[in-house]
T-cell receptor, first 114, second 113 residues
Framework: AQSVTQLGSHVSVSEGALVLLRCNYS??????LFWYVQYPNQGLQLLLK????ATLVKGINGFEAEFKKSETSFHLTKPSAHMSDAAEYFC????????????WGAGTKLIIKP | DGGITQSPKYLFRKEGQNVTLSCEQN?????MYWYRQDPGQGLRLIYY???????QKGDIAEGYSVSREKKESFPLTVTSAQKNPTAFYLC????????????FGSGTRLTVV
């Protein structure tokens, strides 16, 4: 069965520092991978997705993620954190085994220190 | 603009009452989903529907019911059998094809008073 592991329920970085949010997945077939962002009391918004076209995927708000098959990872990065990046981030995977439903990670809350 | 609308944004329920949360989409999506979100517990799937007049239980369906009479609408009823209904509820939709992500509504916060 597919699964997604997000390392760290909370990640704290200083404003202007590198943001790195980790996501590892398990899948028996080539996966589709997603990152979503959720601001307080709002729904989730798609940041970016990997669909096998390119291993480095650029998303909105300056975020990007790199698919590494050998490491079964899809970590999310942003070179310089901004206060407005404070939110919860969810990684998700889908493949044919899940009938293309999304399997979700537990989420990582990103805290930005001034 | 196409999107997915949840209403109301805030809902209060007395003990023993059933309440219905609305979810409407105009994206022409086939699949719709209901999730429950509690602090620190991520997203838990309640029910999903891949086609009109058909739906399946998710991981935490007990105490909830749904209907899918129209493609655009997927209301969720929280019944009195749900003993701890206070939570944030999210509705989502997708085309249901490989590589498709989900589009989410803005959520309904349900509180038992």
């Amino acid at each position: 069965a597919q699964s997604v592991t997000q390392l760290g329920s909370h990640v704290s970085v200083s404003e202007g520092a590198l943001v790195l949010l980790r996501c590892n997945y398990s899948s028996s077939v080539p996966p589709y991978l997603f990152w979503y962002v959720q601001y307080p009391n709002q729904g989730l918004q798609l940041l970016l997705k990997y669909t096998s076209a390119a291993t480095l995927v650029k998303g909105i708000n300056g975020f990007e993620a790199e698919f590494k098959k050998s490491e079964t990872s899809f970590h999310l990065t942003k070179p310089s954190a901004h206060m407005s990046d404070a939110a919860e981030y969810f990684c998700a995977v889908s493949d044919g085994d899940s009938n293309y439903q999304l399997i979700w990670g537990a989420g990582t809350k990103l805290i930005i220190k001034p | 603009d196409g999107g997915i609308t949840q209403s109301p944004k805030y809902l209060f329920r007395k003990e023993g009452q059933n309440v219905t949360l609305s979810c409407e989409q105009n994206l022409n999506h086939d699949a719709m989903y209901w999730y429950r979100q509690d602090p620190g517990q991520g997203l838990r799937l309640i029910y999903y529907s891949q086609i009109v007049n058909d739906f399946q239980k998710g991981d935490i369906a007990e105490g909830y019911s749904v209907s899918r009479e129209k493609k655009e609408s997927f209301p969720l009823t929280v019944t009195s059998a749900q003993k701890n209904p206070t939570a944030f509820y999210l509705c989502a939709s997708s085309m249901g094809r490989q590589g498709d992500g989900y589009t989410f509504g803005s959520g309904t916060r349900l509180t038992v008073v």
